[in-house]
């Protein structure tokens, strides 16, 4: 009866000294400890002409409040914690505590380990509730972990080091968040702020591609997809047997064998040739008048338009892919899926605005001929065909730059992009889409596009409606084979009638 009374004891006043176990029954720690073969005599008192303990408990009156405090970190600031209303008798209680003994009979557990089991328990019972840890979740985006892990984990060890708290980087990279983990909010805190600014400068180089970017389809006119694709096999040398790998951009088609041909010679005189059979016993007379000769040609050189366009520097990886022809308005990186909602909802938002802007009219644009962006013709980078509005009203400059200045408005562009001028046009040709062979880079890329200019210079491309305006996301694509379409505004495709 003394045993589970002063058990009793114990559970009481652990709930008054520890914040972080939720009371349970005498009988809880009964059976966890017992397993554990520790046993405690609790001796309170022993002196005779001494109060006991017991007795002084009974002669205090009031009831202490007691407010649970969860230290877990919810944001960046350090957390205010108040002081916990409790009544003065805590303390003397807690100090009679310590005055209590509590003798360990099995050394297999120690008061230390005896204090660990219960905050275990107490941490599998509600995981929010950390005495030593506050976390953090914070959406860095994929793309931009490895600026944060740095060469072999060196950025990550950098941080940990200055502040003191542990980085746990996602083990996907499917996965965008990292959590940050420290003894306190303060030093989790400026872990944070320290992993934000190295994206932020990490944004701003080359070394993190554009992401995604506002696109005006024009790979929904077949007849248009068609004229690219004669257009590349053209230059390439493919045949039209070949035309179909070319638009699913497969591998080059442009090189030729020659093939053997049969021919089939004059008789000539009888001969007879004696030619002996596999057991070197018998031989036999053959004419070979009445064997046909195949005579094969000499082998030619190396093809001269494969030759051409290996010194040109062209080949097929660097035109686009027909089916994701477009307009490009605006370039962006939306490195985490926060920027990318953020950037849906401004395109959605803005689409009266747009409507405005063509005076709710359909519109048209001409493709006609080429031009050349950064570079000369004999060293260019990016070729594209040039475009016209038809009609020549700037509805289509208007609905674009309301396009920009709401993404800028919302924080979304860089700066540099910033102050770049609208030039709308249809790349047909990048050097950036060349394949690298292995992990060989190239400081400076261009060809040859020389012969290009001569014979397409002046192509009609042709007229094309403007549907709508699309997010569009690099590297993905859609069934249709455009790139993969995060959010969509419509463009007028009828005359408003009053």
Known sequence: MLACKSLFRVDRLLKLTNTYVKSKPVNYFQGLYLNKKLSLDLRIGGVKDKPSTMDKMKRRIGTPVWKPVCTQASSLEEPVVKDVGVESEIGSQMQEVNESTIEVMDATVSPKAFEDDIEDEASKENPVLSAAKHSLSVEVGASVIRFVRGKDGSTKEKIEKETGVQIILPSSKQEDAIIIEGTSAVSVAKASKEIQHIINEAVKTPSLDYSHFVSLPLAIHPELVAK????????????????????EGNSDGDGYEGDAQDEQLDEGS???VERKVANDRESVKVDVRGIPLVSYAPKEPKDSKSSSLSDLRIEKSIFIKPKTFHLTVLMLKLWN????????????????????????????????????????LDKACVVYARVEEIGSENRLSRACQVIIDAFVEAGLVLERDIRHELKLHATVMNVKHRERRGNRKVKSDFFNACGIFKQFGSEEWGEYLIREAHLSQRFKYDENGYYHCCASIPFPENMQVD
Do not use: Y
């Open 270 to 272: 009888a001969v007879a």
């Open 228 to 247: 690219l694709v004669n257009f590349q096999n053209s230059i390439l040398g493919i045949s039209d047997a070949n035309a179909g790998e070319n638009l």
């Open 337 to 376: 899926k926060e920027r990318v909602n953020l950037a849906t909802e401004v395109l959605k938002s803005i689409s009266p605005k747009v409507m405005d802007a063509l005076d709710n009219r359909p519109l048209f644009v001409r493709l006609k001929g080429l031009d050349c962006m950064r570079g000369s």
